[in-house]
């Protein structure tokens, strides 16, 4: 597992948690310059904090070694990452069905759609 790769994995799953480098210093108690080398490619933690983050960040602890996104279901890579983030949010996994060759622009219709129907709710 390279640093980089760690650190792609690590802020894409941040990313999708809506999770922050200051959320895992505050929330799991690391230091500040420690997350931010993790996120920089220039250290990885060891498995025992990697398994921990994971948990954290509702994955399994390869997830956040190795790059599995793309290696399934859907062709275009941007549509993969889409379809990982609804199904990640039940809410919208519930109303999403999605084909193999759904185009991104079709996914961003959908939800848009679901958000509006989400704030005339509230």
Not at 9 to 29: A, H
Not at 33 to 49: E, F, H, Q, Y
Not at 86 to 95: A, F
Request: charged residues 30%.
């Amino acid at each position: 597992m390279g640093n980089n790769q760690f650190a792609r994995m690590l802020k894409y799953y941040l990313m999708l948690n809506q999770k922050t480098q200051s959320d895992l210093v505050k929330d799991l108690g690391y230091e500040k310059s420690t997350v931010s080398n993790w996120c920089a490619g220039i250290r990885v933690p060891k498995l025992d904090v990697i398994i921990d983050i994971a948990d954290y960040l509702h994955v399994n602890a390869g997830d956040l070694i190795e790059d599995n996104r793309n290696s399934g279901y859907y062709i275009d890579p941007d549509v993969a990452e889409i379809a990982n983030t609804i199904k990640e949010r039940p809410e919208m996994k519930v109303l999403f069905d999605a084909s193999k060759n759904i185009s991104k622009e079709d996914i961003n219709m959908v939800l848009g759609m679901i958000e509006v129907i989400k704030n005339r709710e509230k």
